[in-house]
């Protein structure tokens, strides 16, 4: 079984500032893993995936992600945040093996862009 | 991206009755459904997973006779709770995944449908 770890609850920012949320993981095979956005009172919102190929991985609204397998990391980074992005970031792990394909999600990182 | 619709968006009952979300992929197929259910500031828990045409398949501790699963086409599962109770209230979210299935083929979360039961 496999595991997510979202190490801030919450990451308080302002705004044009660089932003990084943490994101571990942990099982015993490969994994995919992806991070969501979710902005009040909606559903979850792709931002970025990474399944194969190059560790740097880019997204939506300016966003990156690189994966780490010797860390288990894949923590999310965005140069210069606006206040639009204030929401709740997912971070999430898939099993290559198995073939069911549903995700494991964190428990999320409030992201709150200050003025 | 592929569109995830649910209704209602947000809905309040009484203690005791029934409820019926509805959640539906509008411009693919989807042979299996997902149904989440957040509680505030914490993760989505997954309920069940739904297959088209088949009984939907729980999650450990998920009461099948309280959440009743049907996903009678390729566009549409329905998420009833029966005989709904203060502790139900929540936000519960469908996602879907498209026809050829893998993992090229993303799932796609709808809206969300927040309950609230008094």
């Known amino acids: 079984a496999q595991s997510v770890t979202q190490l801030d609850s919450q990451v308080p920012v302002f705004e044009e500032a660089p932003v990084e949320l943490r994101c571990n993981y942990s099982s015993s095979v490969s994994v995919y893993l992806f991070w969501y956005v979710q902005y009040p009172n909606q559903g979850l919102q792709l931002l970025l995936k990474?399944?194969?190929?190059?560790?740097l991985v880019k997204g939506i609204n300016g966003f990156e992600a690189e994966f780490n397998k010797s860390q288990t990391s894949f923590h999310l980074r965005k140069p210069s945040v606006h206040i639009s992005d204030t929401a709740e970031y997912f971070c999430a792990v898939i099993s290559a093996s198995g073939g069911s394909y549903i995700p494991t999600f964190g428990r999320g990182t409030s992201l709150i862009v200050h003025p | 991206g592929a569109v995830v619709s649910q209704h209602p968006s947000w809905v309040i009952c009484k203690s005791g009755t029934s409820v019926k979300i509805e959640c539906r992929s509008l411009?693919?197929?989807?042979?299996?459904m997902f149904w989440y259910r957040q509680f505030p500031k914490q993760s989505l828990m997954l309920m069940a997973t739904?297959?088209?045409?088949?009984?939907?398949?729980?999650e450990q501790g998920v009461e099948k006779d309280k959440f009743l699963i049907n996903h009678a086409s390729l566009t549409l599962s329905t998420l009833t709770v029966t005989s709904a109770h203060p502790e139900d209230s929540s936000f519960y979210i469908c996602?879907?995944?498209?026809?050829?299935?893998?993992?090229?083929?993303?799932?796609?979360f709808g809206p969300g449908t927040r309950l609230t039961v008094l």
């Open positions: 990474y399944l194969s190929g190059s560790t």
């Open positions: 739904s297959n088209e045409g088949s009984k939907a398949t729980y």
């Open positions: 996602s879907a995944r498209d026809l050829a299935g893998g993992l090229n083929n993303e799932q796609f």
């Open positions: 411009d693919f197929q989807a042979t299996t």
